[in-house]
């Protein structure tokens, strides 16, 4: 089998879906339909389908067919500390942000011992829904909510994070995040948070909790974030 057939085959195919030919949802050429059209062997049309179902631009649903469908939001925020926005950048998606609430209360258990605060101590609470400009529709991609103890940001309600960089803005006050640690789990995903994110509250979420800590160690800032599992991947890297 021909590794050059292969790839020149899902590029064929690749084409047509990121043109509209084959547009999100359509069903594409069977494999009998595309080996006569490429003059290449089903074997050689199979793996190439395969790559692309991999990459996320195809279904295949035995007994009807190979589907286009979108391909995944590939998230790094496993496996590097940066802000959402420079995430995106690097991509060469246009990040939108959409602030739900931006307000001041005392921490609950959970917060304030993730925040190494006293029980009810006050933390500025920022929640936000994050889209990329044209994917999928323009559904939402990430829903976080954000905590920072208020004796280190006493003036974060006046901030406007719609455009601005959350980690940005931290650093410019001193307080820069250089230390993070990540918890990944699937969770099923909460109704009202379901709803925003704009999925079937049947859908599972990928929850992330994570607290960024100052080089002194000193937690500044604890977040949870849910992705719609479906349209979400990460990518983990590991050195040695």
Do not use: W
Request: hydrophobic residues 35%; charged residues 20%; contains cysteine.
């Amino acid at each position: 089998m021909s590794k050059a057939l292969h790839i020149q085959a899902a590029e064929y195919i690749r084409s047509r879906i990121l043109s509209g030919q084959y547009p999100l949802g359509s069903q594409i050429p069977t494999e009998n339909e595309l080996a006569a059209l490429l003059g290449i062997s089903r074997p050689t049309v199979r793996q190439a389908l395969d790559s692309l179902s991999n990459e996320g631009y195809l279904q295949r649903i035995k007994g009807k067919g190979t589907f286009v469908t979108q391909p995944k939001v590939i998230h790094e925020s496993t496996t590097f500390l940066t802000g959402y926005r420079e995430e995106s950048r690097k991509h060469g998606h246009t990040l939108r942000t959409v602030v739900l609430e931006l307000v001041l209360e005392r921490a609950s258990d959970q917060v304030a011992a993730a925040l190494e605060l006293p029980t009810n101590s006050k933390v500025t609470r920022l929640t936000r829904l994050r889209y990329l400009e044209g994917y999928n529709q323009n559904a939402p991609v990430v829903y976080t909510v954000l905590y920072v103890p208020h004796r280190l940001f006493p003036d974060m309600e006046t901030v406007d994070f719609t455009d601005a960089s959350f980690y940005d803005i931290l650093a410019s006050r001193g307080l820069e995040v250089k230390h993070a640690s990540r918890r990944l789990e699937v969770v099923p995903t909460p109704q009202d948070i379901a709803s925003e994110l704009k999925i079937s509250p049947f859908e599972p979420a990928i929850f992330i909790s994570s607290c960024g800590r100052m080089e002194s160690k000193v937690p500044v800032e604890y977040t949870e974030s849910y992705y719609p599992a479906g349209s979400s991947s990460f990518l983990i890297e590991i050195h040695r």
